[in-house]
Each structure stands twice: as C-alpha cells, then as structure tokens.
C-alpha cells in the first residue's frame, strides 16, 4: 500500500497529528532553550571557581564542583530516557528544568563548598532529563528525514553554549557577582518552561509497566564508581589503593548491571534495543567521538595557554574555532540529509576529518602560533560535526516509538561517558608525562605537574631558563596526548564505515512500510 509523504514544512506525529514548520521551529527553540542552559552550566564554572573559592572556601573539594555536576547529569542520562518511554515526556521535561532551576538557585545561594557542592548534584539531576529529553522530543514531533535538520540546529547550540560556557562565566566574574554564573539559568528556564508548556502536546498512551528500580541503583553505582575511581587516579596517582578498588568495584556493578537487564522486564537500557547494529555501533561511535572532541577541548586551551602564552580568557576565544566549525556540519549535513535522505558518508568523513585534524594537533610545539592552532581546532570542529547529530539521527530512525528515549538517551550516554573516560585518562597520561619530561629537563626544579596544571598564569612568574623548560615540557606532553587519540579516531573510522544504512523514514512513528523489521 503506498503512502503520501509529508510535505517538507509539515512533521506528523506517532498520534497522526500533523504540525506546521512554524510550530516545530517554536517547539525546537524552547528545546534549545532548554539544552543551552544545561550545556553552559556544565562549563560555565570553570573561570569563577577561582573566586568561588576565594569566597566560599573549600580549596581541597573545588574539582568536586564539576564531578559532582558530571556524575549525577551521566549517570540519570538513561533513567530519565527510559521513565519519558513508560510515563510520557512532556510533564518528566518540565520536571527536569523546574529541578534544574531549583538546583541553579540553591548553587547561587551557596554559603559553604559543600552546599554548593550539593546543589550541583541537583543541577546535574536535572541536566541528565534535559539532554536526554530534548533530542527524545526533537524525534516525537519530526520525522527522521526532516530531523537532521533540526537536530543539526541542536548539535550546533550545544556546542556554541559549552565553549562558550568559560568565556560567559569569566564576564560575569568580572562585571557582576560569581552567583550570575548559576542566577543566568533562571530566565533562561522561565523561558524554556513557558513555551513547552504552551506548545509541546505529546499524546501518550499508557501502559502496564514495571519500574527495573535495582538496574537504576546498579546503573548509578557503576557509573560514579568508574567516574570517581578515574577522578581519583587522575588526581592522587593510579598506585594508590582507593582508585583501584574503586575501579574494580564498578567493573563488579557494571558486570551485575549486564544480567540484570537481561532479566529485568523494563530494562533501562533493554538488550533488544542495541541489538539493532546501528544502535549499538551509533553509541560506540558517540564514546569514541566524545572522548577525542574532549581531549582537544581540554588540552587544547592549555595549550594556548602554556605554550602559546595566552591568557585564559584569550584562549577560551581562541578555541571558537572549534565550536564554528561544529556548527557549521552539523547544519550544513543536516540539510543535506534532510534533502537527499542519506546519512552513512557524513560519519565516514568525520571520522577521516578528526583523524587528521587529531594528528595535525599532536604536531603542535614550542613554534606553533595560535593561527596554526585555531586551523586546527577549526578543522576537528568539522569533522565531529558531521558525525554526532547525524549518528542520532540514524539510531532514532531504526527503533520502535516505544523506545525512542532509551535509544536517544543511550547515544547521549555513552558520549557523555567518552567524554568522562578520556578527560581522566588522557589527564593523567598528561601529568604522568610532564612529571616525566620536567625531571629529565629541569631535575633541580622540583616542580609539580599537577599543581603547574591547576595554575597556567603562575608560569609567568618563573625564572626565564625554568619557564622555557617547562614550556618545553608542556609542548612535549600534550603532543604524546593528542598522540593517544589517533587510535581512538581509527576506532571511530572502523565504526563509521561498519554503520549500516537505512533509508530514512518520512514519519516520526516507526510502523508500516516505513518501521524496521523486528520492532
């Protein structure tokens, strides 16, 4: 039986209800809204800590500001994905920013670390829904061919709002108080609150259903165990007892969590679901592709800083690049998907694209202008692009309407994982080898790597032949890092090419000539 696609400004919901461009693009900036918030408040921090803590206090607990965010937003990634499949997204959406508001408010009226710290974990609770709900919904209202140009949007938004999270945070320091830094959340929550709740009518249909409460306890334990155990090794040395056994216990917790889903009857992240290749290569993918977009993220500004000789507000603009380049594939590719209806060569770019750009950043040294580094910079920025919206976009086109959320939410997850696991390993591979590099160039120097790290603007004050080995030493370590991701980039280019290609649905519910087998 043949059927009439929907023109391309109209969407058609799983209920049959088809909704006006006009309508969509206010649904998309309400979701937008919603995602930038969370993506700043996840970055925003970095350049007031330092005078959070001249405030607050709390030098020995201030990286636990960012953990604690990063634990709680990863870990609820896949819950919140799963509970928006049995109970419905629009009224667990509002939940969330409402928790994400309360948790910014609470932070900005923080008197001590450990309340701030506290109140992070609430925002990060709520971060968790909206990163997983907001592309959930984006796949409610539009169908698969019409997505990769709205998702494009997402992709770009989020980008934009996590660079530019320390640049925001660094003005808002200088011009106003540290508590804008969390206050900036409240409008943009107000905002983002009031248009969904006006627009978003998501018809939902329950069901009998029964809540996998231990997978959720085993999916919590393991995550923060290997987060915690990686902070830890990253920070006190991988010798110590507490990151080891910390390890080994989320090895022990993830092990428990693989069983229970098979048995559980709702599992939150259902074994059926990555049975579907695109599914389970899409979210390795996602892991591998976060992992290197993290380590240029990270080392990238340092750097600028270190090597280069930039301040840290300069190096922060100087890695827009970055994000411009983000931007641009990840709308660009979206309008072509939304034209042609493919998508399986964008990711096989991508990946050769990062690899290159990854291997042009490990030849960075001593001599490299921040021109040559902004190229480069630029240059990842296309490649990841072209990948990470158009990998979602392709695993919500191949599962069931039934489990649209765990299959978004699952993609978010494991590149939220990657980008975890690559800033603790590749950050003590950093420290291992600059303690190694500062000892064979300055041996009477006894300067600490983790400590030079935390305070880039302190090399200033060096002696001028201290300053030039330990910019040596710098140049050295950060190349060996970039170095490191090259196998992870030949990973992703493995997956990518291995990435099965479907033709995309003109519908947003999966059924009829247009659903997968099997689902």
């Given at each position: 039986m043949s059927t009439t696609a929907p023109q391309p400004d109209l969407a058609v919901t799983p209920s049959g209800e088809v909704l006006e461009r006009r309508r969509i693009i206010a649904i998309l900036t309400a979701l937008l809204v919603a995602q930038a918030m969370a993506a700043i408040e996840g970055t925003v921090v970095a350049t007031a800590l330092p005078t959070i803590i001249g405030d607050l206090g709390g030098l020995n607990l201030y990286t636990w500001v960012f953990t604690g965010y990063l634990i709680t937003s990863t870990a609820t990634?896949?819950?919140?994905?799963?509970?928006?499949?049995?109970?419905?997204?629009?009224?667990?959406?509002?939940?969330?920013?409402?928790?994400?508001?309360?948790?910014?408010?609470?932070?900005?009226?923080?008197?001590?670390?450990?309340?701030?710290?506290?109140?992070?974990?609430?925002?990060?609770?709520?971060?968790?829904?909206?990163?997983?709900?907001?592309m959930t919904i984006m796949g409610d209202v539009v169908s698969p061919r019409e997505r990769g140009r709205y998702q494009g949007y997402m992709g770009g938004v989020f980008a934009v709002a996590t660079v530019t999270g320390p640049l925001v945070g660094g003005l808002l320091v200088d011009h106003a108080n540290w508590r804008f830094v969390f206050l900036i959340s409240l409008p943009l929550g107000t905002i983002a609150l009031v248009m969904s709740w006006r627009l978003l009518r998501l018809p939902?249909?329950?069901?009998?259903?029964?809540?996998?409460?231990?997978?959720?306890?085993?999916?919590?334990?393991?995550?923060?165990?290997?987060?915690?155990?990686?902070?830890?090794?990253?920070?006190?040395?991988?010798?110590?007892?507490?990151?080891?056994?910390?390890?080994?216990?989320?090895?022990?917790?993830?092990?428990?969590?693989?069983?229970?889903?098979?048995?559980?009857?709702?599992?939150?992240?259902?074994?059926?679901?990555?049975?579907?290749?695109?599914?389970?290569?899409?979210?390795?993918?996602?892991?591998?592709?976060?992992?290197?977009?993290?380590?240029?993220?990270?080392?990238?500004?340092?750097?600028?800083?270190?090597?280069?000789?930039?301040?840290?507000?300069?190096?922060?603009?100087?890695?827009?690049p970055l994000t411009l380049g983000m931007l641009m594939t990840s709308v660009g590719s979206g309008q072509i998907i939304t034209r042609t209806g493919h998508y399986r060569s964008f990711p096989i770019i991508g990946s050769f694209i990062s690899a290159i750009a990854m291997w042009q950043l490990s030849t960075m040294g001593v001599g490299t202008d921040r021109w040559a580094a902004m190229a480069r910079l630029f240059l990842l920025g296309t490649g990841v692009g072209f990948i990470m919206q158009v990998v979602l976009v392709a695993i919500q086109n191949r599962v069931s309407h039934a489990d649209l959320g765990v299959a978004t939410s699952a993609a978010n997850f494991f590149r939220s994982l990657g980008q975890t696991f690559g800033a603790a390993i590749l950050g003590a591979v950093l420290t291992a080898r600059l303690d190694i590099h500062l000892a064979a160039?300055?041996?009477?120097?006894?300067?600490?790597?983790?400590?030079?790290?935390?305070?880039?603007?302190?090399?200033?004050?060096?002696?001028?032949?201290?300053?030039?080995?330990?910019?040596?030493?710098?140049?050295?370590?950060?190349?060996?890092?970039?170095?490191?991701?090259?196998?992870?980039?030949?990973?992703?280019?493995v997956l990518a090419i291995a990435t099965p290609a479907y033709p995309l649905r003109t519908a947003a519910a999966v059924g009829g000539a247009d659903g997968p087998p099997g689902h």
């Open positions: 990634t896949p819950l919140w994905g799963k509970l928006s499949d049995l109970y419905g997204r629009r009224h667990l959406f509002h939940a969330t920013i409402v928790l994400f508001m309360i948790g910014s408010l609470l932070s900005a009226l923080s008197q001590t670390m450990t309340q701030l710290i506290a109140f992070r974990l609430v925002q990060g609770l709520g971060a968790g829904g909206l990163f997983a709900l907001s939902f249909t329950t069901r009998e259903h029964v809540v996998d409460y231990p997978g959720a306890a085993l999916l919590v334990g393991w995550v923060v165990a290997f987060v915690l155990g990686l902070e830890w090794g990253s920070a006190e040395g991988w010798s110590r007892p507490k990151s080891f056994l910390t390890l080994l216990l989320g090895a022990i917790f993830l092990g428990i969590f693989v069983v229970q889903q098979r048995r559980a009857i709702e599992p939150i992240l259902p074994p059926r679901v990555f049975a579907e290749r695109v599914v389970s290569i899409g979210s390795a993918l996602q892991f591998a592709v976060g992992a290197v977009m993290m380590a240029a993220s990270i080392f990238g500004p340092l750097f600028l800083q270190v090597v280069v000789g930039v301040d840290a507000t300069r190096s922060g603009l100087l890695i827009v160039d300055l041996p009477d120097s006894n300067l600490d790597a983790s400590s030079l790290q935390q305070s880039p603007a302190s090399l200033r004050q060096l002696a001028p032949d201290v300053h030039e080995g330990v910019v040596s030493a710098f140049a050295s370590s950060i190349h060996e890092v970039f170095l490191l991701t090259l196998p992870m980039c030949a990973i992703a280019i």
